[in-house]
C-alpha cells in the first residue's frame, strides 16, 4: 500500500496562487496513478485533476482547466497541483489519492488510498 500526505495549504486572496504537495511513502508510488480531490462544506467530493503513472497524461475538471497543473516527481515520490488565478469556489479541503486501476479517473470510488487533505481557503 502507499501513504498520503497533502501539505501546502491556506489562506490565500483571490487571485493568488497556492501550491499543494503530496508526499508518498511505502509501496512504489510510480505504479500508482494519481488524483486530486476537493470537498467543499455540505458539499460532495469533486474530481479535480489526475495524472498518469508517468506523468505523460493529465486531465483535469472543466473549473480548473487553465488555472491548475498537476505533476509528479516519481523520483522524490512527490505529486504537485499549482493553482493560480484562484477563487473563492475554490475553497475546499484538497486531497490526493492513488490508484491501481484506471489511469486519470475521475470516479473517487476508484482510488484505493487516500490523504488527511489539506485545506484551501480563498477570501474574495
Known amino acids: 500500500q502507499v501513504q498520503l500526505v497533502e501539505s501546502g495549504g491556506g489562506l490565500v486572496q483571490a487571485g493568488g496562487s497556492l501550491r499543494l504537495s503530496c508526499a508518498a511513502s511505502g509501496r512504489a508510488f510510480r505504479l500508482y496513478h494519481m488524483g486530486w480531490f476537493r470537498q467543499a462544506p455540505g458539499k460532495e467530493r469533486e474530481f479535480v485533476a489526475a495524472?498518469?503513472?508517468?506523468?505523460?497524461?493529465?486531465s483535469y475538471a472543466d473549473s480548473v482547466k487553465g488555472r491548475f497543473t498537476m505533476s509528479r516527481d516519481n523520483e522524490e515520490n512527490t505529486l504537485y497541483l499549482q493553482m493560480n488565478s484562484l477563487k473563492p469556489e475554490d475553497t475546499a479541503v484538497y486531497y490526493c489519492a492513488a490508484t491501481s486501476l484506471t489511469p486519470k479517473s475521475l470516479n473517487p470510488g476508484e482510488y484505493n488510498y487516500w490523504g488527511q487533505g489539506t485545506q484551501v481557503t480563498v477570501s474574495s
Open positions: 495524472i498518469s503513472w508517468s506523468g505523460d497524461s493529465t
